[in-house]
């Protein structure tokens, strides 16, 4: 497999991911290692971790959208990683000037970390969720809510 793949559901994928999805179920709560019955032919045992990464691709293929995997230690071009974040090249090379995400140099050509996407992300998310957060409390404050 290379470092980068990305899985795009067919139509029909979507409905068989969300029955997968609905199966699987209570097993999501199993601590340990998991054990899995395919096909009538063999069991597959499988960290708990890596069920709950299919469990999310399952529900993304569920909703008609496609994955990405990627590993934490994969390097990215600026392509790939702007493709990631969904956001335009120029948008990220921004990112990457600012140091908001962390890249090294190949020749002429900036490698991007995927850890460091991934670490961008969550610092956004939080960001977003402080902002959510005041508004939030500014609008109870003026009696909106």
């Known amino acids: 497999m290379s470092q ?6 067919e139509p029909k994928d979507a409905e068989l991911a969300a029955s997968a999805l609905r ?5 999501l709560d199993i601590d340990g290692p998991v054990r899995l019955h395919v096909n009538g032919r ?3 045992v499988m960290p708990r971790s890596v069920l709950t ?6 529900e993304s293929f569920a909703q008609g959208e ?3 995997v990627v590993p934490a230690h ?3 071009t600026t392509q790939q990683a702007a493709d990631a ?16 995400i962390e890249f090294r140099t190949v020749g002429t050509h900036r490698r991007v970390k995927a850890a460091s996407l991934v670490r961008y992300l969550h610092e956004d998310d939080a960001r977003r969720r402080a902002a959510a957060d ?6 109870h404050e003026l009696g909106l809510v």
């Open 4 to 9: 980068v793949a990305t899985l795009v559901p």
């Open 23 to 27: 199966q699987l179920g209570t097993t």
């Open 42 to 44: 063999s069991d597959v």
């Open 53 to 58: 990464a299919l469990a999310q691709v399952l």
């Open 66 to 68: 496609s994955v990405t």
């Open 74 to 76: 994969a390097e990215l």
């Open 85 to 100: 974040l969904n956001v335009s090249r120029p948008f990220l090379i921004g990112l990457l000037n600012a140091g908001q």
């Open 134 to 139: 005041v508004l939030a409390a500014d609008a």
